[in-house]
């Protein structure tokens, strides 16, 4: 099955500086990429996916870049504010299996 | 709109108890629907995942079971709660066909 490792586990920067999480996976088949931010004690909300036919997707402050070769995607938070400071998790879905493999999650902490 | 509903929000039951979740979705017909765990401060442990009434399929094999006796509703059970029961219970659905995943609310259940 799928495998996603999920790198830093937590990540600790300056409001204004950039964060970066990165995901790699290990089935060539998954094809579908979103990420989830779960503030304290609330449900996971998809901030934005990507799917394999695409190299990067931007939202804003938000993007994401995945690399197929590789098998690697990552995300990137521009202008860091206190209000994003959440654990984020990345999945990886297989074509057609609709069953997503979660990463461990990686918990940013924006110091104001 | 599509509106996923999960009640209760929080729960208090002795060990040994039986269990009820119920989770409902809105504004779709035939969704996919999931269960997840997740306890705290750690990853989305999924349990069990429905593409259609009555079809179930467990991810992990303990004393939880799942329902879906109507379309949009997903039923999680236990007949005999354990202490390690305790946790972040969350209900998402997808759209037939998609990959994208939307949780609910949850439900915060704590076993004494």
Redesign the interface.
């Known amino acids: 099955g799928e495998n996603v490792e999920q790198h830093p586990s937590t990540l600790s920067v300056q409001e204004g500086d950039s964060a970066v999480i990165k995901c790699t996976y290990s089935d060539s088949a998954s094809n579908?990429f979103?990420w989830?931010k779960q503030e304290l004690g609330?449900?996971?909300?998809?901030i934005i996916?990507i799917r394999s036919n695409v190299g990067e997707k931007k939202d804003q402050r938000i993007a994401v870049t995945l690399n197929k070769t590789a098998k690697h995607f990552s995300l990137h938070i521009t202008e860091t504010q206190p209000e994003d400071s959440a654990v984020y998790?990345c999945a990886a879905?297989i074509g057609g299996s609709?069953?997503?493999t979660?990463?461990?999650?990686t918990s940013l902490i924006v110091h104001p | 709109s599509q509106t996923i509903h999960q009640w209760p929000a929080t729960l208090v039951q002795p060990v040994g108890s039986p269990l009820s979740l119920e989770c409902t979705v809105e504004g779709t017909s035939n969704p996919n629907l999931y269960w997840y765990r997740q306890a705290a401060g750690r990853g989305l442990q999924l349990l069990f995942y429905s593409v259609g009434i009555g079809q179930i399929s467990s991810e992990v094999p303990q004393n939880l079971s799942a329902s879906r006796p109507q379309d949009r509703q997903f039923i999680l059970s236990s007949k005999k709660l354990l202490l390690s029961d305790s946790s972040f219970y969350l209900c998402a659905w997808g759209q037939t066909g998609q990959e994208t995943q939307y949780f609910g609310p949850g439900t915060r259940l704590l076993v004494l």
Do not use: E, N, T
């Not at chain 1, 609330?42 to 998809?46: I, N, T």
């Not at chain 1, 979660?102 to 999650?105: E, Q, S």
């Open positions: 579908y979103p989830y609330k449900r996971p909300q998809l996916d998790f879905s609709y069953i997503p979660f990463g461990r999650g």
